[in-house]
């Protein structure tokens, strides 16, 4: 019998002035995963692929993805914010 998954985001909500630096941390109960997925969704709007990550870090622009199998952990740091940057993040396990 296998049990869910289980995903969660921390912290559920963030406010922040633009040029701040931001850090949105996901963690998952299970390990046993193809990759994990990082979206991004406008108001209103559909939610659009971030990044896919199996295990390894990336960087694309002012956004750094890492991913830590070992602890379950993966986290979406954002240097320097801008306006455009407010939006709904959100992590999907796979």
Not at 42 to 54: D, F, P, W
Request: hydrophobic letters at 35%.
């Amino acid at each position: 019998v296998s049990c869910p998954q289980t995903v969660e985001q921390h912290p559920p909500f963030l406010s922040v002035q633009v040029e701040e630096n931001i850090t949105i941390n996901c963690t998952y109960s299970d390990q046993n995963f193809q990759g994990l997925q990082w979206f991004r969704q406008n108001l209103g709007k559909s939610l659009t692929l971030l990044i896919y990550l199996a295990s390894e870090s990336k960087q694309e622009g002012s956004f750094k993805f890492m991913i830590n199998r070992k602890f379950s952990h993966s986290s979406l740091h954002i240097t320097a914010s801008q306006s455009g940057d407010s939006v709904t993040y959100l992590c999907v396990v796979k």
